[in-house]
C-alpha cells in the first residue's frame, strides 16, 4: 500500500501563489507516475496534471496550462504542484494520486493510491 499527505493549501487573493506537496510513503515511489487531480464544489473531479516516474514527462489540464508547475523528488518521496496566477475558479480541493503509468493517471485509470486533499481556496 501506498500512502500520500497532501499539504500546502490554503486562502489565498486571485493572482497569487501557493505550492502543494505530497509525501508518499509505502512503496517505491520512483516506480510510479504522480499526479494531481481537484474537486470543485458541485462539480466531478478533474485532472489538473501529470508527471512520469522519471519525470521526465509532464502534462496539464489545459485549464491550468502556463500557469501550474509539476515536478518530483524522488529522494524525498514527495510529488509538487506550484500554482502561479490563481483564478477563483482554481477554488478546489486538491487531491495526490499514484498510478503506474502517465497515460491511466490522467484518465484517473488504475489509481494505486490517493490522498485525503487539501483545499485551496482563491478570493476574488
Known amino acids: 500500500q501506498m500512502q500520500l499527505v497532501e499539504s500546502g493549501g490554503g486562502l489565498v487573493q486571485a493572482g497569487g501563489s501557493l505550492r502543494l506537496s505530497c509525501a508518499a510513503s509505502?512503496?517505491?515511489?520512483?516506480?510510479?507516475?504522480m499526479g494531481w487531480f481537484r474537486r470543485a464544489p458541485g462539480k466531478e473531479r478533474e485532472f489538473v496534471s501529470g508527471?512520469?516516474?522519471?519525470?521526465?514527462?509532464?502534462n496539464y489540464a489545459n485549464s491550468v496550462k502556463d500557469r501550474f508547475t509539476i515536478s518530483r523528488d524522488n529522494a524525498k518521496n514527495t510529488v509538487y504542484l506550484q500554482m502561479n496566477s490563481l483564478k477563483p475558479e482554481d477554488t478546489a480541493v486538491y487531491y495526490c494520486a499514484a498510478s503506474r503509468r502517465l497515460y491511466e493517471l490522467e484518465r484517473g485509470n488504475n489509481l494505486v493510491a490517493w490522498g485525503q486533499g487539501t483545499l485551496v481556496t482563491v478570493s476574488s
Open positions: 509505502g512503496r517505491t515511489f520512483s516506480s510510479y507516475a
Open positions: 508527471i512520469s516516474w522519471s519525470g521526465d514527462n509532464t
